[in-house]
């Protein structure tokens, strides 16, 4: 509930802050003028959201799975769009050499969800149906189209930002002062955004749960997705850098993350067991400067963090 509670808040938040800096520009020079950029941004937004999954699948280089293939991974996916109460999403494999999963599409029937041929060789089928689990709690949360929604304000402000930020009003008042906390305002709510994205994985974790798997089994799919994302080449992760907020993991971080990680695996066999995760429960996660400053610029929680939140739900399973 709460997870759900601070997305609408980041909302109104966000939605607050562009109707205020809208009013001032109005007061100040008056509402002509305005509406091209906001037709504009809702151009802009209408053309990435019909657009975009095509895109995507291209870039991710996705090819959609026909009846009997991969029978397995496309029963795992049936069964959780059951229990999620949601449509059964296409299922596709993608061929870059990353392992990671990701979730897409407009509405509903237009939902996909895809996996990397890479992740299907690391990961055990308790672990892929947890990270399955993850990807559909996206699509049933829809928080793709708020994603979307949030994006376009920044988008705004910035327009607002450019339009007055050079006027010399002659009248004496206050059209500079206001596109410049136009400007300021569009550097903060791109920050805002990002914590939108960051939240988004808490609660698809957190769906994942609910639909039925492990916490243990997620948390350790998660540290082999970072493990794995740790050995890809720089050249394969900057043709996907517009792209990762697609996935269940940022790989641009793995390494990093993984000597974090490294700590909760203590018998050091690759995976995150039980006992591991009730241990991590116990203790405290310390993020350095450099780390915290990483995690506020990501569309990803920090990892050790993320992991740390599914030890809660499991000891919360456990009671």
Not at 20 to 45: N, S
Not at 185 to 212: H, K, M, P, Q
Request: glycine share 8%.
């Amino acid at each position: 509930m709460w997870l759900t509670t601070r997305l609408y808040i980041l909302m109104a938040v966000m939605f607050g802050i562009v109707y205020a800096i809208l009013v001032m520009a109005a007061h100040t020079i008056g509402v002509t003028g305005f509406v091209p950029y906001i037709v504009m941004a809702a151009v802009i937004l209408l053309i990435q959201y019909m657009v975009g999954p095509a895109l995507v699948g291209f870039s991710m280089r996705v090819r959609y799975l026909g009846p009997g293939e991969h029978d397995e991974l496309q029963q795992m996916v049936t069964e959780l769009a059951a229990r999620a109460g949601i449509s059964k999403p296409r299922v596709g494999i993608s061929s870059i050499p990353i392992p990671n999963a990701f979730a897409f599409g407009r509405w509903g029937a237009d939902s996909r969800v895809c996996v990397t041929e890479t992740l299907l060789q690391l990961l055990s089928p308790s672990e892929l149906k947890a990270v399955l689990g993850h990807e559909i709690s996206h699509l049933r949360h829809r928080d793709v189209a708020i994603i979307t929604m949030l994006s376009v304000i920044p988008m705004i402000l910035w327009y607002v930002s450019l339009r007055l930020m050079w006027v010399r009003d002659r009248r004496g008042g206050n059209t500079a002062l206001v596109g410049l906390v136009a400007f300021l305002l569009y550097f903060v709510t791109n920050l805002l955004v990002l914590y939108g994205s960051r939240i988004r994985e808490y609660y698809a974790d957190l769906g994942s749960v609910r639909l039925g798997n492990p916490p243990g089994h997620l948390a350790s799919a998660l540290y082999k997705l970072v493990y794995g994302g740790a050995r890809v080449p720089k050249e394969s992760l900057r043709q996907v850098e517009g792209y990762k907020a697609f996935f269940a993991s940022d790989p641009s971080r793995a390494i990093r993350e993984l000597r974090d990680l490294r700590e909760v695996d203590q018998d050091m066999s690759g995976t995150i067991d039980q006992a591991e995760l009730m241990s991590l429960r116990a203790k405290e996660v310390r993020l350095g400067f450099s780390e915290k400053l990483m995690e506020v610029m990501s569309t990803h929680p920090n990892m050790l963090k993320r992991i740390k939140h599914l030890s809660a739900l499991a000891f919360r399973d456990m009671s």
